[in-house]
């Protein structure tokens, strides 16, 4: 089972304001479509339907919701965390958690890896990324993203992967 979150923050860990992306950087939303196709992304109902309610192409979309007749076309609807684990231990690709705060907080105990685009600028916002205990993630990749005529924010690509503790090797 792979399970990873993706998401962008600015420097204050804003992800969100009324359940869309404060900011314009494309070459962020590039990255995270090179991330996810072909793979598995999951997300309240709130950050879908703030999408447009509709999947993204090339990728399956788990829509997590406690409305019991939630029902969207072209997603899979799940009410509990572990209804996407135990998908999660069947799909052979990644598992991408992709928002809004509650479900990164959900999630966060079961990643494995964490993929974090950082803007160097702050902004607006009513939705801050959970607090990670960032000791224990070792930082395995970093990208500066490349600033331009339509990204006019300076930003960073981060890959961070889960430390293994003693407790559990044994």
């Known amino acids: ?12 860990g804003t992800i969100g304001k009324k359940n869309r ?4 950087l494309p070459n962020d939303l590039k990255f995270f479509k090179q991330m996810t196709e072909d793979n598995t992304i999951v997300m309240g109902r709130k950050t879908f339907e703030g999408m447009g309610s509709r999947p993204l192409p090339n990728r399956q979309t788990i829509v997590m919701t406690r409305d019991k007749d939630y029902q969207a076309q072209g997603v899979i609807v799940f009410h509990t965390i572990e209804e996407v684990l135990d998908y999660a231990k069947t799909f052979t690709g990644i598992t991408f958690i992709a928002g809004g705060s509650a479900i990164y907080e959900d999630f ?12 160097h600028h ?13 000791d224990d993630w070792t930082l395995i990749n970093l990208s500066e993203g490349e600033q331009d005529e339509e990204n006019h924010y300076a930003y960073q690509f981060e890959t961070y992967q889960r430390k293994v503790s003693s407790e559990q090797i044994n």
């Open 1 to 12: 089972m792979m399970l990873a979150a993706i998401w962008a923050q600015d420097e204050q």
């Open 21 to 24: 992306l404060p900011w314009h």
């Open 108 to 119: 966060l105990p079961h990643c494995d890896v964490l993929y974090r685009t950082l803007i």
């Open 122 to 134: 702050t902004f607006e916002g009513d939705a801050k990324f959970p607090i990670v205990s960032w």
